[in-house]
């Protein structure tokens, strides 16, 4: 099962992007979905989710800013984000998972937002 981001890169404050993640194989339906994003100073942060019955979470950084959603006929999540601060700036990464067994990890797609 593989993971590949895109949609990441160069945009100025308070401008917004939408990544995407798409996920090979047969199970996508099953798969509850994460976005975690690590900057360059930072830890990763877990900063949104979605359920596969679609139940979504954000961190209280981004809340009210991004947007997760999936497309499942499509095998692929989004993460529509708008507003975008200086403190985005990371590498975005998406991974699959039913409980606690990760079935994919993204390489990422790097978000650099300029003042």
């Known amino acids: 099962v593989e993971a590949v981001e895109s949609g990441g890169g160069l945009v100025q404050a308070g401008g917004s992007l939408r990544l995407s993640c798409r996920i090979s194989g047969d199970r996508f339906n099953d798969y509850d979905l994460e976005w975690h994003r690590q900057g360059p100073y930072n830890k990763r942060e877990l900063v949104a989710s979605?359920?596969?019955?679609?139940?979504?979470d954000y961190s209280v950084s981004v809340k009210g800013r991004f947007t997760v959603s999936r497309d499942n006929g499509m095998k692929t999540m989004f993460l529509q984000m708008n507003d975008l601060k200086r403190e985005d700036t990371a590498q975005y990464s998406c991974?699959?998972?039913?409980?606690?067994?990760?079935?994919?990890w993204g390489p990422g797609t790097q978000v650099t937002v300029s003042s």
């Open positions: 979605i359920t596969s019955d679609g139940k979504t």
């Open positions: 991974n699959a998972r039913i409980g606690r067994s990760y079935f994919a």
